[in-house]
């Protein structure tokens, strides 16, 4: 297991942050999106909960919910940009460097989510403490956890490319299935009882959103058996990870220049 | 062995390709399950090349050379036989063995397409843990070198190809590499640019004895660039030693073409001729008459375009078939 750089990972960074601020309406917009996310939300939740309350939420707490797990979202364009990488041969730019494969996905990934990220944690984090006080800061610590975990499991979904090559749809699925159970689209405790269990006990999703959303709303504390569990999750993950590189790069197949 | 930097031993490539099928039924089985065959790519090829080597790998379209690069970088594994590039297998010891090479794909850039090239000469420069101070050092001498350092804050897809090729080299420089690979490096390039970037890359051998591995189609850059060219055909190995010699034995003649308004007088040769039309006559001269044979030229023909030509790769390579000279390595 190779040891990330932060020097390295700070030029990535810096990499795409200038790509992506060439275009800078695009790139201005985009910041901003959690602003329109909490106005729709709030609307939304606003009608929902004119009917009554739904189990221990409020349309505060939705609303506050909703600014966490919609805020923060994942940027799924780089999930588009890399799997392309695979399909086109373009990859074999990064082989040639000395940098692991694995490695390459983690800092774009991490890279593409901090510049995304950078406006809405600010956003998430004023709102929280305003509302909620101190547990917004522990929701966004544990939250880097999860983070660490998503870009995994998207460069997972990613490096499927070299079995299948145009993997789109089979990423788009699983992409829905990881927002569900993640608990981005709804909080998991609103799901039947099973669809619960299964998603915060066997699943490492709900470590990505729920969890560290639970945690912000000051639901659940930070625990070490918590850490412990998004430790694990991060090692299994990386280890898959580079099995399936190290399996896909042996049965990749690029022809032509 | 150990005075070869990179070592081939019979070396093949098969890859997996589409097959054709025929009939309704499996035609809509095929959009699920491909039915596939193998392709060839690489077959039986084995060479050595020694520290400091200019070697030219050369071929057409489709003859695999770019399949032979991306083996010996530790893109992909060969299907059999064996590589070994300074002492290591590229494929298996990838991550120790690239940080000693450089590598140039013609077709795709290592650098990011929508900032200034410095940036992603900073990244490597993070990649291959060189300080940022010495690399900017390192890369605005080379900069200055190619006249391409007023250019390095301009983002890439601003620089023409020829420039664009500039900062590709020198990507593939900065961490002084004891092998370069160079993947059709010229394609596309005007005559400027190319030269420019032959007569850097000769200094990089001489200075550094860096050992230069360069695909092509191109003889022209072989020629200039390299004292030693390996020929591959639809997979196969068919010539490998001195450019001089291929020069000698296969590439001993030129296409001469003229276009012409009248004849002053008949012009008497015993050349093969390659096409003859009423204003228009194409033949081959070997090397050692081509001086008369124009002078001739002129006094016979009212010209009104003339032209000489090198033979193409793929005419030496069927005359390297047909005779079988030259003994391969």
């Known amino acids: ?257 | 062995m150990a005075n070869y930097q990179i070592l081939v031993e019979n070396m093949s490539k098969t890859f997996w390709v589409p097959d054709k099928v025929e009939g309704f039924l499996p035609k809509i089985k095929n959009i699920f399950w491909k039915k596939k065959k193998d392709k060839k790519a690489i077959q039986n090829v084995s060479f050595s090349i020694k520290r400091g080597e200019l070697v030219g790998y050369i071929g057409e379209n489709g003859s695999g050379k770019s399949t032979t690069i991306k083996m010996l970088v530790g893109i992909y594994p060969p299907t059999s036989g064996k590589i070994t590039c300074l002492g290591k297998d590229p494929f298996e010891e990838r991550l120790k063995y690239v940080k000693d090479i450089g590598v140039v794909f013609g077709n795709r850039s290592l650098l990011t397409f929508d900032i200034a090239p410095k940036y992603s000469l900073d990244l490597y420069a993070a990649i291959y843990d060189i300080p940022a101070k010495k690399a900017i050092d390192i890369y605005t001498k080379f900069a200055k070198k190619l006249k391409v350092d007023h250019l390095l804050d301009v983002p890439v897809r601003k620089l023409s190809l020829g420039e664009r090729m500039k900062f590709e080299i020198i990507a593939s420089l900065l961490h002084n590499p004891k092998i370069i690979f160079l993947d059709e490096p010229t394609i596309g390039l005007d005559l400027l640019a190319r030269e420019e970037m032959i007569q850097f890359l000769k200094k990089v051998n001489e200075q550094n004895k860096t050992t230069i591995f360069l695909t092509t189609h191109n003889m022209d850059d072989i020629e200039e660039l390299c004292n030693r060219v390996i020929i591959v055909d639809d997979g196969k190995k068919v010539y490998d030693g001195p450019i001089k010699k291929v020069k000698q034995a296969y590439a001993n003649w030129k296409r001469i073409t003229i276009v012409f308004r009248n004849k002053f007088k008949p012009f008497v040769h015993r050349f093969p001729v390659f096409e003859k039309r009423k204003d228009y006559l194409q033949f081959k001269c070997p090397n050692d008459k081509l001086k008369q044979t124009i002078s001739q030229v002129v006094d016979c023909f009212d010209i009104i375009d003339l032209k000489i030509e090198e033979p193409q790769l793929k005419e030496i390579v069927k005359k390297i078939y047909k005779e079988k000279m030259v003994k391969v390595k």
């Open chain 1, 1 to 257: 297991m190779s040891i990330f750089k932060f020097r390295v990972f700070k030029e990535y960074f810096l990499q795409t942050f200038r790509a992506w601020a060439e275009y800078p309406l695009n790139f201005g917009i985009s910041l901003f999106w959690p602003l329109f996310s909490l106005i729709v939300s709030y609307f939304f939740w606003s009608i929902v909960f004119n009917t009554g309350q739904v189990l221990n939420y409020n349309v505060e707490k939705m609303v506050l919910y909703y600014l966490f797990s919609l805020g923060l979202f994942y940027d799924f364009n780089f999930v588009s940009y890399l799997r392309r990488k695979i399909i086109d041969g373009s990859i074999t730019n990064i082989l040639v460097r000395k940098t692991s494969l694995a490695e390459y996905l983690i800092y774009c990934c991490l890279s593409s989510f901090a510049i995304w990220m950078l406006v809405p944690i600010f956003i998430v984090l004023i709102v929280g403490l305003y509302y909620l006080g101190i547990s917004a800061i522990f929701g966004l610590f544990i939250f880097f956890f999860g983070l660490i975990l998503g870009c995994l499991v998207y460069s997972i979904l990613i490096s499927t490319s070299f079995w299948i090559g145009d993997n789109f749809s089979i990423i788009h699925i699983l992409d829905e299935f990881v927002g569900l159970t993640s608990g981005s689209f709804l909080p998991l405790d609103l799901f039947p009882s099973i669809f619960y269990t299964i998603s915060v006990n066997y699943l490492p999703f709900n470590l990505m959103f729920f969890t560290p959303a639970k945690v912000f709303l000051g639901d659940m504390a930070i625990t070490w058996i918590l850490i412990a569990k998004y430790i694990l999750w991060i090692v299994a993950l990386y280890l898959v990870l580079r099995f399936m590189i190290k399996r896909g790069l042996r049965r990749y197949e690029q022809l032509g220049g």
